[in-house]
């Protein structure tokens, strides 16, 4: 598959996701979403730790940290697959 064709099919998971509300997903699976969508549009983290880090945010950087070892066409496949997945 070509870049253009995943970049199409990645914001088109977008929109779908949009209309996806918090409440309607498990906690576990915001934040797969959520680390995805980092490593797919930022690339891999620069994590610098600092005190000031709150709990929520903690475990979405741990998400991302987790899915680094991805490349950003990779994260966008796997976030494509997982709201296909919540769409069956």
């Known amino acids: 598959m070509n870049k253009e064709a995943l ?3 990645f914001q088109k998971a977008i ?3 949009s209309k996806m509300t918090q409440a309607s997903l498990p906690q576990d699976v915001q934040l797969r979403l959520y680390a ?3 490593q797919a549009t930022f690339g891999t983290l620069n994590y610098n730790h ?3 880090s709150d709990l929520r945010n903690a475990f979405k950087i741990n998400a991302w940290i987790q899915v680094s070892h ?3 066409n990779k ?3 796997k976030y494509i697959e997982l709201i296909n997945s919540l769409q069956e």
Do not use: M, P
């Open 7 to 9: 970049d199409i099919r």
């Open 15 to 17: 929109v779908i996701a």
């Open 36 to 38: 995805y969508y980092k």
């Open 50 to 52: 600092t005190e000031s």
């Open 70 to 72: 991805l490349s950003v």
């Open 75 to 77: 994260a966008k496949e």
